[in-house]
């Protein structure tokens, strides 16, 4: 059975880091492209992150680059997304996802909250 488990979200202060989690069953990370996404109250999800299976180059929306950092354990099969300077602005749902044979999301996890307050 194909999962993908989020974990890792909080309450941070805001310049504050979390680093989330996401740990895969029932496949191999490595061999997927894997994304986080997020979603704050009353917006659409976001797609801020991406590492593909192929070439380690990742992918990071404009909102986040140069703060968070996606990064894969092959041999624990997990990916991390590293969350530093956080921003009020980054509260919200992060979710991870697998991207599938045929170029879509197909396995995503239930989710970790995210909330940046003072």
């Known amino acids: 059975q194909v999962t993908v488990v989020e974990s890792g979200g909080g309450l941070v202060q805001p310049g504050g880091s979390l680093r989330l989690s996401c740990a895969a069953s029932g496949f191999a990370l490595s061999h997927y492209a894997i994304g986080w996404f997020r979603q704050a109250p009353g917006k659409e999800r976001e797609g801020i992150s991406c590492i593909s299976s192929s070439v380690d180059w990742p992918y990071y929306a404009d909102s986040v680059k140069g703060r968070f950092t996606i990064s894969r354990d092959n041999a624990k099969n997990t990916l991390y997304l590293q969350m530093n300077s956080l921003r009020p602005e980054d509260t919200g749902v992060y979710y991870c996802?697998?991207?599938?044979?045929?170029?879509?999301?197909?396995?995503w996890g239930q989710g970790t909250q995210v909330t940046v307050s003072a």
């Open positions: 996802a697998r991207k599938g044979d045929y170029d879509e999301y197909d396995y």
